[in-house]
């Protein structure tokens, strides 16, 4: 799982591959200088296009390495990145629209330039534990917010290139299959993003406990308790939304036993902390040794060490546990867009004409 309790294996969930994979598939037909005859030919060849690319979209992300490292990741990033950039500028070149109309060609790239401006600043990216437990609460709060804000930019620009590809059909009288479900890849980032926050703070919680930093540690759980109630407001919003509630359950069951861990660990890290500082302290005094100091000292280092034992039995069972529900809460996800993830791969399901 992520790097939250004893081992650092992180997981490069789903949201990390959508914005990484987006529209890379095109390159078959798109690169190629063509002129179409009718806008049948010219919206067939999109189509089939854009509608591999969301099936092998749905395909990779239901099966992810699961070993996959962020920095890794970030390497593939800057690969995919290259790649966006060249089907960018070969489609300026070479695809010159239906009639020397290139709105639909233009919407697309300007689509595709928003996934390389957010592959570039990190926004996309949902897989950077350890890195955001480096930081302070302040600076996480930032992040998480702007990832957040840059995730619903995206699937905004995301409906204005169907809004483009619709008034481009309109204007060439032709009609697309506009599909009343919701957009499943925007609906399965939302969730995902969730997933990612309280792992992040969670992951932080980890980080302050090794440093027996009580302010931190509180500080976590203050956060930990204001998106748990966060969550369970949103995943409300969401029940809704699909008939399969699998992934919405997941992340309520997941959230609320985060949030548990305050009640478990709260005052057994608190004694701890105490004891170990009064150790620290005992170390520093300067002061003859003699047998007082040597028992108060050795008295004070069998109290820690008791402290630290008791607090330990608990933390450990609760990572054993929280390790079984990241991997079935990542099972889930994966099973919810198998399920649900289903494309239309034909041009009669596309459009139609006057």
């Known amino acids: 799982m992520k790097t939250s309790t004893t081992k650092n294996s992180p997981t490069n969930n789903p949201l990390s591959m959508i914005c990484l994979f987006l529209f890379v598939a095109l390159l078959p037909n798109f690169l190629q200088s063509q002129t179409f005859r009718t806008i049948d030919a010219y919206m067939d060849d999109f189509a089939k296009n854009e509608l591999f690319v969301k099936k092998s979209l749905m395909d990779y992300s239901v099966t992810i390495v699961e070993s996959q490292m962020y920095?890794?990741?970030k390497t593939t990033a800057a690969r995919i990145i290259e790649k966006l950039e060249k089907v960018n500028l070969l489609m300026k070149n070479n695809?010159?629209?239906?009639?020397?109309?290139?709105?639909?060609?233009?919407?697309?790239?300007?689509?595709?330039?928003?996934?390389?401006?957010c592959l570039n600043n990190g926004s996309l990216i949902l897989n950077d534990y350890e890195y955001q437990s480096t930081l302070s609460l302040t600076e996480i709060g930032d992040n998480l917010n702007r990832k957040e804000?840059?995730?619903i930019t995206y699937y905004k620009e995301l409906k204005s290139f169907e809004l483009d590809k619709k008034a481009f059909a309109f204007n060439n009288k032709m009609?697309?299959?506009?599909?009343?479900?919701?957009n499943i890849l925007e609906y399965n980032a939302y969730q995902n993003i969730l997933f990612y926050k309280m792992n992040v703070i969670d992951e932080k919680l980890t980080a302050v406990i090794t440093a027996k930093d009580k302010k931190g540690f509180s500080g976590?759980?203050?956060?930990?308790?204001l998106m748990?109630?966060?969550?369970?407001?949103?995943?409300?919003l969401y029940k809704d939304q699909y008939k399969d509630n699998t992934l919405n359950?997941?992340?309520?069951?997941y959230s609320n036993f985060i949030s548990s861990q305050k009640d478990k660990l709260t005052a057994l890290f608190n004694n701890y902390a105490d004891a170990y500082n009064a150790l620290q302290l005992l170390k520093k005094a300067p002061q003859a040794e003699t047998n007082e100091t040597i028992v108060a000292y050795n008295n004070a280092v069998?109290?820690?060490?008791?402290k630290k034992n008791l607090f330990y039995a608990v933390f450990n069972g609760i990572q054993t546990i929280k390790t079984t529900k990241y991997n079935n809460w990542l099972a889930t996800n994966s099973s919810f867009l198998k399920n649900n993830g289903q494309f239309d791969s034909i041009y009669e399901k596309y459009a139609y004409n006057d």
């Open 71 to 73: 920095s890794r990741t």
């Open 95 to 117: 695809n010159r629209g239906f009639d020397g109309n290139t709105q639909l060609r233009d919407s697309f790239i300007k689509m595709n330039q928003k996934t390389i401006d």
């Open 228 to 236: 748990h109630q966060e969550i369970l407001a949103k995943t409300d």
């Open 220 to 225: 976590c759980l203050d956060i930990i308790a």
């Open 302 to 306: 069998k109290v820690c060490n008791t």
């Open 175 to 182: 009609h697309l299959n506009v599909k009343k479900r919701k």
């Open 249 to 253: 359950d997941a992340n309520i069951d």
């Open 149 to 151: 804000s840059e995730l």
